[in-house]
C-alpha cells in the first residue's frame, strides 16, 4: 500500500511529466479530498518547529 507522500508524488509527475493524459475531474477530486488534510498537517509541523 503506498503512503500518502507517495500517492502526492504520483500525481505530480503525471501531471508535470505528461506520462499520459490527465483527467482534470480526477485531479480535482484527489486535490480536494487530499490537499485539506495535507495542509492541516503541514501547518502542525511548522507550528511545531516555530516552538
Same mark, same amino acid.
Given at each position: ?7 502526492? *508524488?504520483? &500525481?505530480?509527475?503525471? +501531471?508535470? =511529466?505528461?506520462?499520459? +493524459? +490527465? %483527467? !482534470?475531474?480526477?485531479?480535482?477530486? *484527489?486535490?480536494?479530498? @487530499? ?7 503541514? *501547518? @502542525? &509541523? !511548522?507550528? %511545531? &518547529? %516555530? =516552538?
Amino acid at each position: 500500500m503506498k503512503k500518502r507522500g507517495d500517492k502526492l *508524488t504520483a &500525481i505530480r509527475n503525471i +501531471v508535470i =511529466h505528461g506520462y499520459f +493524459v +490527465v %483527467d !482534470l475531474d480526477i485531479l480535482f477530486n *484527489t486535490s480536494k479530498k @487530499e490537499l485539506p488534510d495535507l495542509h492541516r498537517k503541514l *501547518t @502542525e &509541523i !511548522l507550528r %511545531d &518547529i %516555530d =516552538h
